[in-house]
T-cell receptor, first 111, second 114 residues
Framework: AQSVTQPDIHITVSEGASLELRCNYSYGATPYLFWYVQSPGQGLQLLLKYFSGDTLVQGIKGFEAEFKRSQSSFNLRKPSVHWSDAAEYFCAVGGWGDMRFGAGTRLTVKP | NAGVTQTPKFRVLKTGQSMTLLCAQDMNHEYMYWYRQDPGMGLRLIHYSVGEGTTAKGEVPDGYNVSRLKKQNFLLGLESAAPSQTSVYFC?????????????FGEGSWLTVV
């Protein structure tokens, strides 16, 4: 079965600094990959997804992610973090019906 | 724009009681899911459905049952609640292959078992 690992439980960055959140996956075929964001007490919002084509995908709120098949990774990046980006971020992988999520990375943004 | 709607949003149960969480989606999606979210463990898939009348087990199915009698509804049942089932439950749905199976989530149901 597929699985997702997010190695960093908690990351703190200063406002305006760059951000990279790591995601590694295990999947038997070409994966569908996603990043979601969750603000406290809320549901999950899709940031971006990859399922074919260009391995660098652009999402909402200035986020991007790069699919690297050789490394089984799908890391999320943002050039300049805003205080409103503080939230929990989840990477997900799956095919049809069986979608698996990582444990999440909590992002704190320092002024 | 209702999207995915879960009821109830909050519930407190006593150990051994039963209850059903209802999920409804108005997007005509084929796939529906129930996840539970616990601190430090992310979202774990309980059960899912790939169409009306179908269900399948996810990562943590024990202690839960589901039914998908109508395409728009996906019910999650707890027959005999246990404190270990205290969690936040999220229902989700997704559309067809052409859109890359983006999952849309409900707002969550907070369940406490005492």
């Amino acid at each position: 079965a597929q699985s997702v690992t997010q190695p960093d439980i908690h990351i703190t960055v200063s406002e305006g600094a760059s951000l990279e959140l790591r995601c590694n996956y295990s999947y038997g075929a070409t994966p569908y990959l996603f990043w979601y964001v969750q603000s406290p007490g809320q549901g999950l919002q899709l940031l971006l997804k990859y399922f074919s084509g260009d391995t660098l995908v652009q999402g909402i709120k200035g986020f991007e992610a790069e699919f690297k098949r050789s490394q089984s990774s799908f890391n999320l990046r943002k050039p300049s973090v805003h205080w409103s980006d503080a939230a929990e971020y989840f990477c997900a992988v799956g095919g049809w019906g069986d979608m698996r999520f990582g444990a999440g990375t909590r992002l704190t943004v320092k002024p | 724009n209702a999207g995915v709607t879960q009821t109830p949003k909050f519930r407190v149960l006593k150990t051994g009681q039963s209850m059903t969480l209802l999920c409804a989606q108005d997007m005509n999606h084929e796939y529906m899911y129930w996840y539970r979210q616990d601190p430090g463990m992310g979202l774990r898939l309980i059960h899912y459905s790939v169409g009306e009348g179908t269900t399948a087990k996810g990562e943590v199915p024990d202690g839960y049952n589901v039914s998908r009698l109508k395409k728009q509804n996906f019910l999650l049942g707890l027959e005999s609640a246990a404190p270990s089932q205290t969690s936040v439950y999220f229902c989700a749905s997704s559309v067809d292959r052409g859109s890359g199976n983006t999952i849309y989530f409900g707002e969550g149901s907070w369940l406490t078992v005492v």
